[in-house]
Nanobody
Framework: QVQLVESGGGLVQAGGSLRLSCVASGHTGTMSAMGWFRQAPGREREFVALARWRATYYADSVKGRFTISRDNAKNTVYLQMNTLKPEDTAVYSC????????????????????WGQGTQVTVSS
């Protein structure tokens, strides 16, 4: 099992930036990939970004504005969010998969087996 703790959320004005962090502990040696999802009120949880070694994947809605990075030595994944929009408001959760990597499944919730509690990001207009 892998435990995940996110930090860095908060309230920011539209056009501003935030940097989220997620620290993993436990059986981190078996992690295949680390990613970020978000869930806005009344909406389903959606994929945001994923990092696996040097490969990164992004949702179309955040491409060019968000950057995911990973520090393997610290078992930490970051999400740098720039040019934030009110529609980015959501609870952002970190997720880890220990399954064999499948690029076709990075957006599937059930491919991930560990989730953090989430951190609230609110973007005001």
């Amino acid at each position: 099992q892998v435990q995940l703790v996110e930090s860095g959320g908060g309230l920011v004005q539209a056009g501003g930036s935030l940097r989220l962090s997620c620290v993993a502990s436990g059986h981190t040696g078996t992690m295949s990939a680390m990613g970020w999802f978000r869930q806005a009120p009344g909406r389903e949880r959606e994929f945001v970004a994923l990092a696996r070694w040097r490969a990164t994947y992004y949702a179309d809605s955040v491409k060019g504005r968000f950057t995911i990075s990973r520090d393997n030595a610290k078992n930490t994944v970051y999400l740098q969010m720039n040019t934030l929009k009110p529609e980015d408001t959501a609870v952002y959760s970190c997720a880890v998969s220990r399954l064999p990597f499948d690029p076709e499944r990075v957006r599937d919730l059930d491919w991930y087996d560990s989730w953090g509690q989430g951190t609230q990001v609110t973007v005001s207009s």
